[in-house]
């Protein structure tokens, strides 16, 4: 019996960082429009593909590409730093070089093939002043006024970290969702929980704002080591150990580098029935 063709454009690509997992569109090869409806119906792992968050790959006349990131709730989000290393890599793959320039909405970010399988990316300066956080209100950055003595820090999104004794101890399912719409966050936040476990070396676990539970999340892994070393609890290079595997932190002069694996699972196009009901 003859079988109908069900697949149409476009194309898409499904990466993982330490199993923080993206859909990714390259717009430089067809066109996609994406709306914050298709967004959330692609991040449905039961009746769409899954995601943690969206990217789009599009042209520019800087840089060797610009990325735009969605959560899966449809909203936007200015860094995703898993998302621009599994970029980078496929660009670099694709003919692009051992070193690359990407512009987000973050800023323009530097990312270079670090050897062995492993992608750095340089995710910029970290933010610590309240307003470019930003925060609600005038507030010390570096001790939040919120039960459990957090750290805020930016890296183009929000983060709010909290330093405790046993990070597998603590219920993320109900803790992150709270500290995400806190009202000193008026754009929500990232929620991370993070132990010191030896010498420049911690164990993090992450919510991440629109998403929920991931098991990795670059941004996050960066304010971390930020928040870890203005507390004086670790140096500038620490390893982060995630529920996803195990990614490295330099905070230098030129911004914070992140480095670590990245996977492309496979490439596939949309099916007509999917498209037809959006």
């Known amino acids: 019996m003859e079988q109908r063709d069900n697949t149409t454009g476009p194309t898409f690509m499904k990466m993982h960082g ?92 530097e990312a270079h093939d670090a050897g062995g399988g492993l992608t750095s990316v340089n995710m910029g300066p970290p933010r610590t002043d309240w307003a470019d956080i930003p925060l609600a209100r005038e507030t010390d950055t570096l001790h939040l006024p919120i039960e459990g003595d957090p750290v805020a820090t930016g890296m183009g999104n929000p983060h709010c970290t909290f330093f405790v004794e046993d990070a597998g101890a603590v219920d993320l399912a109900k803790f992150g969702p709270r500290i995400e719409h806190h009202a000193l966050f008026p754009e929500r936040t990232n929620v991370q929980v993070a132990q010191v476990i030896g010498e420049n070396h911690l164990r993090m676990r992450v919510w991440e704002r629109g998403t929920g539970i991931t098991l990795a999340s670059g941004s996050s892994s960066c304010a971390t080591a930020v928040a870890a070393f203005r507390r004086g609890l670790t140096g500038r290079h620490v390893i982060i150990d995630l529920d996803g595997g195990r990614i490295e932190i330099d905070w230098r002069e030129d911004g914070v580098w992140m480095t670590g694996p990245t996977m492309h699972v496979f490439t596939a196009r949309f099916g007509r029935d999917f498209l037809g009901d959006l």
């Open 18 to 109: 330490l199993g923080n997992d993206f859909v990714v569109f390259d717009r430089r090869q067809q066109s996609v429009e994406i709306t914050p409806a298709l967004a959330r119906a692609l991040a449905d792992r039961q009746r769409g593909v899954g995601f943690d968050q969206l990217a789009a790959i599009d042209s520019d006349a800087e840089a060797d590409a610009r990325l735009t990131f969605w959560n899966a709730d449809g909203t936007l989000s200015a860094a995703c730093g898993n998302a621009t290393r599994c970029i980078a890599r496929y660009m670099m793959g694709a003919g692009g070089g051992r070193s690359l320039s990407l512009r987000t909405d973050h800023g323009l970010l």
